[in-house]
């Protein structure tokens, strides 16, 4: 099992900045995924980005050039800084990590972020 702890949600003005981070603890492989994902109101929950452990990432062309992901391996945490929000950006935030060799999935309980304008 995996547990995921995320933080640093808020309500910030359009143009402003927030940084999320997930710290996964249990039994962590070496080999996974950790990513955000965001569900809006109304909305389909979507990958925002993700981050492999050999290095790639992927991001959302929605938030390329204002949001980047990064791992620290050793806490088993992902971050996510967020920039230049806007207002549809809104949503609540889930991170998820992937253990490649089980192919299990595990969610965070998700932070709100609401961005006003």
């Known amino acids: 099992q995996v547990q995921l702890v995320e933080s640093g949600g808020g309500l910030v003005q359009a143009g402003g900045s927030l940084r999320l981070s997930c710290a996964a603890s249990g039994s962590m492989s070496s080999a996974s995924v950790m990513g955000w994902y965001r569900q809006a109101p109304g909305k389909q929950r979507e990958l925002v980005a993700e981050?492999?452990?050999?290095?790639?990432?992927n991001y959302a062309d929605s938030v390329k050039g204002r949001f980047t992901i990064s791992r620290d391996r050793a806490k088993n945490t992902v971050y996510l800084q967020m920039n230049s929000l806007k207002p549809e950006d809104t949503a609540v935030y889930y991170c998820?990590?992937?253990?490649?060799?089980?192919?299990?999935?595990?969610w965070g309980q998700g932070t709100q972020v609401t961005v006003s304008s």
């Open positions: 998820k990590v992937t253990l490649i060799r089980l192919g299990t999935q595990y």
């Open positions: 981050s492999s452990s050999i290095g790639t990432t």
